[in-house]
């Protein structure tokens, strides 16, 4: 069975300084990865997918088939950025999402 | 807004009652995903419809049971509560599955289990 690990429950980072969110997989086959963030008193919410190869907010993710990871980085981070952040993983077809137990983004002025 | 809604917002109920929580899918969705978010499981798929059919089901307990309505929206059915139910629930749509499918969230029912 499919599986996402995000090995930090909890991190904290100064204003203007890299973050990384790590997030590692498993799943024999060729998955679909997302990143799904959670503001103070909002809903979840799709931050970027693996497949597009985009970058949102600054937030930018590299599947890596090797390491099985999908780590989200940003240079520099802003304030704003603080929130509950879920990797999430789907198998091909018709199948739910599976997420990881989320890391909290705390970054401090 | 993701158009997406959940009733109620909250739910303080005591040990072996029943409750039903309700989703009302975006315009259109034809998906609906019940979720159970708790500090320290994180998010669990509990069940996935689809048209009115039963598509995917995760760790969702004998208790517990849902169902989608002609007019798609949604119910998740908990019975014999008992403490550690105690969750915020989510439910979630989308228009497509497979690639490509970006899900659209509820704000949840927060569900107390005293």
């Known amino acids: 069975a499919q599986r996402v690990t995000q090995p930090e429950k909890l991190l904290s980072v100064f204003k203007g300084a890299p973050v990384e969110l790590k997030c590692n997989y498993s799943?024999?086959?060729?998955?679909?990865l997302f990143w799904y963030v959670q503001y103070s008193r909002q809903r979840l919410q799709l931050l970027l997918r693996h497949i597009s190869r985009e970058s949102i907010k600054g937030f930018t993710a590299d599947l890596n088939k090797g390491e099985t990871s999908f780590h989200l980085k940003k240079p520099f981070a802003q304030e704003e950025d603080s929130a509950m952040y879920y990797c999430?993983?789907?198998?091909?077809?018709?199948?739910?999402?599976?997420f990881g137990k989320g890391t909290r983004l705390s970054v401090i002025a | 807004d993701s158009g997406v809604t959940q009733t109620p917002k909250h739910l303080i109920t005591a040990t072996g009652q029943r409750v039903t929580l309700r989703c009302s899918p975006r315009s259109g969705d034809l998906s609906v995903y019940w979720y159970q978010q708790s500090l320290d499981q994180g998010l669990q798929f509990l069940i996935q419809y689809y048209n009115g059919e039963e598509r995917a089901k995760g760790n969702i307990l004998e208790r517990f049971s849902a169902q989608q309505f002609p007019d798609l929206h949604s119910e998740l059915n908990l019975s014999s509560l008992e403490l550690g139910d105690s969750a915020l629930y989510f439910c979630?749509?989308?228009?497509?599955?497979?690639?490509?499918?970006?899900?659209?969230f509820g704000s949840g029912t927060q569900l107390s289990v005293l």
């Open positions: 799943y024999s086959g060729s998955p679909e």
């Open positions: 979630a749509s989308s228009s497509r599955t497979g690639l490509n499918e970006k899900l659209f």
């Open positions: 999430a993983l789907k198998r091909p077809g018709n199948t739910p999402l599976v």
